[in-house]
């Protein structure tokens, strides 16, 4: 569990989460909701810490400087494209530019991909992560507390 909360909270960090926040020129990056979509599986090491898996269908929505209704609109055809797209492919979403990103294979071994990062012109983001078996309460509480339950 441990190694779950550095990870989000590396994660986190490098979006700019700082917890709810509304939405305007701050900065901060809300925690949307959660949406089902494509199954994958993907793992990341963060050194000195250890190796994290993901496995899943459950994708969490975080926008920065954007609307999360927006955000959580543009995320069901987003991963339609996600689960046909190569690692390292656009994405299209009109006024932005969207990526499958890339992450090792869940055995440690391989390329994989667990994410879509998105920005438009004004430098807001839009970001899908599948952080799967962690439910939202558990990201959420993460974001506020830098623990999770029972961690």
Same mark, same amino acid.
């Given at each position: 569990? !441990? ?7 590396? $994660? ?12 305007? *020129? =701050? ?5 949307? /909701?959660?949406?089902? /979509?494509? =199954?994958?599986?993907?793992? %990341?090491?963060?050194? %000195?810490? /250890? ?12 926008? $920065?400087?954007? @609307?999360? &209704?927006?955000?959580? !609109?543009?995320? &069901? &055809? ?5 689960? @046909? ?18 992450? @090792?294979? +869940? =055995?440690?071994? %391989?390329?994989?991909?667990? =994410?879509? /990062?998105? $920005? ?10 599948? +952080?799967? &078996? +962690? ?13 999770? *339950? %029972?961690?």
């Amino acid at each position: 569990m !441990r190694a779950i909360l550095v990870l989000t909270v590396v $994660t986190a960090l490098v979006a700019g989460l700082a917890g709810p926040a509304p939405a305007g *020129p =701050s900065g901060k990056t809300q925690i949307c /909701g959660q949406k089902k /979509g494509p =199954s994958t599986a993907w793992s %990341g090491t963060i050194p %000195g810490i /250890g190796t994290f898996k993901f496995k899943g269908n459950t994708w969490t929505v975080f926008a $920065t400087d954007i @609307r999360c &209704p927006v955000a959580l !609109r543009a995320t &069901p &055809p987003l991963l339609g494209q996600w689960s @046909r797209a190569k690692v390292g492919d656009k994405l299209t979403l009109e006024g932005w530019l969207c990526t499958k990103e890339k992450a @090792r294979g +869940y =055995s440690g071994k %391989g390329v994989s991909s667990g =994410s879509i /990062g998105c $920005t438009n012109a004004k430098l807001a983001f839009i970001a899908i992560h599948m +952080y799967a &078996p +962690y439910t939202l309460a558990q990201i959420k509480q993460v974001a506020a507390t830098g623990e999770l *339950p %029972g961690g």
